[in-house]
């Protein structure tokens, strides 16, 4: 299977450079603002990551409009504690309207745009302004009607597996695929906001990828770039962090999205991550060929005259490199030279007494 680098480097010519995709989650961060939002695609484009994704939904395909019980977040460790679901999510929607001038910003800045649709009406809002691919929340993750209403869409899929047990995967998987998915994504995510790097598990990516057949990769809530970098070093090929232009403004998701000079930070580590995977190499690159000049090696320590025997104190390991190997001075100890050499010579073969 094609990574989602490869195959959107062939329908939208993004670079295929073998580094992971790169994806910046705005999320509910515009503040109700569409200049806001408009503000985040530009400094998005300017980071060098490869999407800006949003989420389409409104409160009304997400929950009920009721306070009591499980409709209002009673947790204190949550960051939305006290809110009502309904009223969070009427905060952190980007209304639909919004959605073709955010794209067509993207469009201009170079950077793809694409969203997480939460219902059907969603996916058609989403056809009609022709994204590249769709990702799947956490927490959709079980709603297989839609997964498969994604899938028949026939563009590549994203979905992120945090608190998906490896039935739960499967079954998510099954769906897609079974519609018509051929290029597909699983995410590993820690559905804790933020995460912390002890709670992302991320040796579970390779794991994903073999037993399901997929691509792989991080959908990481944690703070700083380290877990980014180690899933790229684990093979990941899809990378996403929530986004913002300032946390102190605020926002649903502020407290885990990075700003743009941290963002920015992101897409060159994970691509030096990438780059410093390479393949399988003994004996040098080409680029340390020179470096082979200044190793250690034999080296004639003392002038010496034609039948002198080699001795630790005039046969030295040192550097550079011209002489023979250091592997052969316990052989040439006790050997005699065949001619004069003047201290400093680098030792060889051709320096010794045939009959020695």
């Not at 959107?8 to 992971?20: C, E, Q, R």
């Not at 969070?88 to 993207?106: D, M, N, Q, S, V």
């Not at 990481?220 to 899933?231: I, P, Y």
């Not at 300032?246 to 000079?261: K, M, Q, Y």
Request: net charge negative.
């Amino acid at each position: 299977m094609l990574t989602l680098r490869e195959e959107l480097s062939k329908t939208h010519g993004i670079a295929n450079d073998g580094s992971p995709f790169v994806i910046a989650e705005m999320s509910g961060n515009h503040n109700q603002s569409l200049d806001r939002a408009l503000e985040i695609v530009d400094a998005a484009a300017a980071t060098g990551a490869d999407a800006l994704k949003i989420q389409t939904f409104t409160a009304d395909s997400m929950t009920l409009d009721l306070s009591e019980g499980e409709f209002t977040i009673t947790d204190p460790k949550s960051l939305w504690t006290g809110r009502t679901l309904y009223s969070l999510y009427e905060e952190a929607k980007t209304p639909a309207e919004w959605h073709k001038p955010i794209f067509e910003r993207a469009r201009e800045k170079g950077i793809l745009a694409f969203s997480t649709p939460f219902s059907e009406d969603a996916v058609e809002l989403l056809e009609s302004l022709d994204v590249p691919a769709y990702k799947i929340a956490s927490f959709e993750a079980v709603d297989l009607p839609l997964i498969r209403c994604v899938a028949a869409t026939g563009k590549p899929m994203i979905i992120s597996t945090g608190m998906a047990s490896a039935v739960e995967i499967g079954e998510a998987v099954e769906a897609a695929r079974s519609a018509g998915c051929t290029n597909l994504t699983l995410l590993k995510c820690t559905s804790s906001y933020p995460a912390s790097p002890e709670n992302t598990n991320l040796v579970t990516m390779p794991l994903i990828g073999q037993t399901f057949g997929c691509n792989y990769g991080l959908s990481d809530h944690t703070m700083g770039n380290g877990v980014s970098c180690a899933a790229t070093a684990l093979g990941g090929s899809v990378i996403e962090k929530h986004f913002i232009i300032d946390r102190s403004a605020g926002g649903v998701d502020s407290a885990f999205s990075l700003e743009p000079d941290e963002f920015t930070a992101l897409v060159t580590e994970v691509k030096r991550a990438a780059a410093g995977m390479g393949k399988i190499t003994f004996g040098g690159t080409a680029s340390e060929q020179a470096g082979r000049r200044k190793r250690r090696s034999l080296y004639i320590g003392a002038d010496l005259k034609a039948g002198d025997v080699l001795t630790p104190e005039n046969l030295r390991r040192i550097r550079p490199g011209l002489g023979l190997a250091p592997r052969h001075f316990d052989a040439l100890i006790g050997r005699r030279v065949g001619q004069d050499v003047k201290r400093g010579t680098p030792m060889s073969w051709d320096l010794l007494d045939d009959k020695s």
